[in-house]
């Protein structure tokens, strides 16, 4: 089983939509989380942190489950440039940031 | 501030050969991360360096991969000899903290080795 696991998709959703995806992970001492997106052909970046209380950023919002070991990650009123892979970032007990392998999301018009 | 650079943003080899990867960290970055990204493995950590000092190598592939960090505004990720299934995106990231903190990536250089 891998460390940190996540649904590859594609997800498929319509422009306007609400889509949600989890991300799981095997370390339950993991310390810090984080969503990065990935455009294609391009670099990861920084989406947003994962705290513990849960915490939104715009339409984007994530929360962590520590009993059930996993993330989330929301986004409401989907545009067309929200397309992209969403990576699912994790700190492992080690201090090892584990990388999951990401999902890919496609808003469609 | 021009962001993590990375040297060059394509590479086409033929097997066999040595294939150099350079990266300049952003400025006042203690960490540096090395990262490959293929379809069928997605991304994999392959060393990273704390202080210009590898702190933890054990994603380097084989003996072929080594990694060097000469000082604080640059490193390298060599491949000698290079072989086809060594065909990726390598990127360079950066972070001023470590684990906890944002890396800032590189733009990658992809590789074909043929």
């Known amino acids: 089983r891998k460390e940190v696991e996540q649904d590859p998709g594609p997800f498929n959703v319509p422009e306007g939509a609400t889509v949600a995806f989890n991300c799981t992970y095997s370390?339950?001492?993991?310390?810090?989380f984080f969503w990065y997106r990935q455009d294609c052909r391009k670099e990861p970046k920084l989406l947003m942190s994962?705290?513990?209380?849960?915490n939104e950023d715009g339409r984007f919002t994530a929360q962590l489950n520590r009993a059930s070991q996993y993330i989330s990650l929301l986004i409401r009123d989907s545009k067309l440039s929200d397309s992209a892979t969403y990576l699912c970032v994790v700190l492992n007990s080690n201090y090892q940031l584990i990388w999951g392998a990401g999902t890919k999301l496609i808003i469609k018009p | 501030d021009a962001g993590v650079i990375q040297s060059p943003r394509h590479e086409v080899t033929e097997m066999g050969q040595e294939v150099t990867l350079r990266c300049k960290p952003i400025s006042g970055h203690d960490y540096l991360f090395w990262y490959r990204q293929t379809m069928m493995r997605g991304l994999e950590l392959l060393i990273y360096?704390?202080?210009?000092?590898?702190?933890?190598d054990s994603g380097m592939p084989e003996d072929r991969f080594s990694a060097k960090m000469p000082n604080a505004s640059f490193s390298t990720l060599k491949i000698q000899p290079s072989e086809p299934r060594d065909s990726a995106v390598y990127f360079c990231?950066?972070?001023?903290?470590?684990?906890?903190?944002?890396?800032?990536f590189g733009q990658g250089t992809r590789l074909t080795v043929v």
């Open positions: 370390n339950s001492a993991s310390q810090s």
């Open positions: 994962v705290y513990s209380s849960g």
């Open positions: 360096f704390n202080n210009n000092v590898p702190i933890d």
């Open positions: 990231a950066s972070s001023r903290r470590g684990g906890n903190t944002e890396a800032f």
